[in-house]
T-cell receptor, first 115, second 115 residues
Framework: DGGITQSPKYLFRKEGQNVTLSCEQN?????MYWYRQDPGQGLRLIYY???????QKGDIAEGYSVSREKKESFPLTVTSAQKNPTAFYLC??????????????FGEGSRLTVL | QKEVEQDPGPLSVPEGAIVSLNCTYS??????FMWYRQYSRKGPELLMY????GNKEDGRFTAQVDKSSKYISLFIRDSQPSDSATYLC???????????????FGKGMKLTVNP
């Protein structure tokens, strides 16, 4: 079955540590995205990538970094510079920017807790 | 004024009730209107999408767009306990320059259907 796989599902981190969240898709989608979801705040875009080796900052990129070395993979690193990293992180993909409404397909999410 | 406004609820209804979920938006350039359903601790899944104005029906679900009022609705008929979830509206414009990263989400409405 095609889909988006995020790992780990739950992650605990000590303050000052960097962590990397994995996102892999086998939908052959060109575009991939990272969102952060906090209670009462909806989804906020962190980074997105529309092609391999290229990515753009979203609305809340500070304290995060990404890479897009392969079409299928778009890992997110939450750095120690992120002041409030405890959140639910969602990876998504869409076919590309030219077809359809750009509807997003989401993974199951990764919940990061900073201790 | 925010681009998309959605009453966060929560909303609690008895089984079999008709549920109405709504969003308002401010930018008349928006063309694509989507509803996502998110179960607890899961990623959102696309429920329905509508292009421009009008209604779209899928089983017990009806999506309605009123562009003159900048108002979109999702109706659920004969609601079931399995419909208990958070429902997010998502809206985007027709410009392809930005691609899907311009998808704007409402904050989500938590719905509980009681047996």
């Amino acid at each position: 079955d095609g889909g988006i796989t995020q790992s780990p599902k739950y992650l605990f981190r000590k303050e000052g540590q960097n962590v990397t969240l994995s996102c892999e898709q086998n939908l052959n989608h060109d575009a991939m995205y990272w969102y952060r979801q906090d209670p009462g705040q909806g989804l906020r875009l962190i980074y997105y990538s529309q092609i391999v080796n290229d990515f753009q900052k979203g609305d809340i990129a500070e304290g995060y970094s990404v890479s897009r070395e392969k079409k299928e993979s778009f890992p997110l690193t939450v750095t120690s510079a992120q002041k409030n990293p405890t959140a639910f992180y969602l990876c998504a993909s869409s076919i590309d920017r030219y077809r359809g409404a750009g509807e997003l397909f989401f993974g199951e999410g990764s919940r990061l807790t900073v201790l | 004024q925010k681009e998309v406004e959605q009453d966060p609820g929560p909303l609690s209804v008895p089984e079999g009730a008709i549920v109405s979920l709504n969003c308002t938006y401010s930018n008349s350039a928006f063309q694509y209107f989507m509803w996502y359903r998110q179960y607890s601790r899961k990623g959102p899944e696309l429920l329905m999408y509508t292009y421009s104005s009008g209604n779209k029906e899928d089983g017990r679900f009806t999506a309605q767009v009123d562009k003159s009022s900048k108002y979109i609705s999702l109706f659920i008929r004969d609601s079931q306990p399995s419909d208990s979830a958070t429902y997010l509206c998502a809206i985007r414009g027709s410009s392809w320059k930005g691609g899907s990263e311009k998808l704007v989400f409402g904050k989500g409405m938590k719905l509980t259907v009681n047996p």
